[in-house]
């Protein structure tokens, strides 16, 4: 059985928007082509590191783990900035749902679990999240 209550609802719609508006700013500000090749590119050296270490190659395997971090490094380094773009929406938010319904209690039953706000909220983001990112073809 599931019961929703009135704060229930306004935490869920709320959730849903935070997700609407990480999606959209990841997509606009991340280049997916960019993170796609590295990623492949990445797989590559993880391969090129298999086969260093099977084969005893201690130069080529420093060499390919070499080329990781930097990559990798640098894939961080890019989808980091959609976490500075939503990092002040996402604190005011959280403090205001915190100051409301922090002492709430309950906010939702979900089939003889008994939710707070806090994890009434994780659960339709990463939800919404999943379908968003699916939908927006963000990575």
Not at 6 to 15: F, P, T
Not at 68 to 86: G, Y
Not at 112 to 121: D, P
Request: aromatic share 10%; with cysteine.
């Amino acid at each position: 059985m599931i019961e929703i209550t009135e704060a229930g609802y306004i935490i869920a719609l709320i959730s849903i928007g935070l997700a609407i508006m990480s999606a959209l700013v990841r997509k606009a500000v991340l280049d997916q082509d960019k993170m796609r090749e590295t990623k492949e590119k990445l797989k590559k050296y993880q391969e090129e590191m298999k086969k260093a270490t099977k084969s005893g190659d201690t130069k080529r395997l420093q060499k390919s783990q070499a080329e990781m971090m930097k990559l990798t490094m640098e894939n961080l380094k890019h989808s980091f900035r959609p976490t500075l773009i939503t990092f002040v929406p996402f604190i005011l938010v959280f403090t205001w749902l915190k100051d409301q319904y922090g002492s709430a209690g309950t906010v939702v039953s979900l089939f003889g679990f008994n939710l707070g706000w806090f994890w009434w909220y994780l659960l339709c983001a990463m939800t919404v999240s999943l379908i968003i990112n699916k939908l927006l073809e963000v990575s």
